[in-house]
């Protein structure tokens, strides 16, 4: 498996704001062909939230990001819509797990 978290810079005042623009992410990402687990963590002690996602292989991962549902899930980012100040791409094979 592979797992993949963006680690979003997101002040206090933006959070809710992407947690709308995420809320519809979880189902939509159970159509996503390679896609084990979503989920949109919410830090409360730093100005920090990430999108955790698990695939069954790097393979699917990569297809998911060069799909047109990849490029309507991030419009957020070219319309301006994105409350978050940056991201850093976090990307990890998984070694040992109990599922």
């Known amino acids: 498996m592979y797992v993949v978290m963006n680690v979003l810079q997101v002040p206090t005042e933006g959070k809710n704001k992407m947690k ?3 809320a ?3 189902d939509n990402m159970k159509q996503v062909p390679g ?3 979503f989920m949109f963590l919410d830090s409360t002690a730093e100005d920090k939230q990430i999108v955790y996602t698990k695939w069954e292989t790097k393979e699917a991962f990569e297809a998911w990001t060069q ?3 990849f490029r309507r899930a991030h419009d957020e980012r070219r319309t301006g819509q994105s ?3 940056g991201s850093k791409l976090e990307i990890y094979e998984v070694v040992h797990s109990t599922n």
Do not use: G, M
Request: net charge negative; proline share 0%.
């Open 20 to 22: 709308e623009l995420f």
């Open 24 to 26: 519809k992410s979880a």
């Open 35 to 37: 896609c084990v687990e």
């Open 67 to 69: 799909s047109e549902a």
């Open 83 to 85: 409350a978050a100040t």
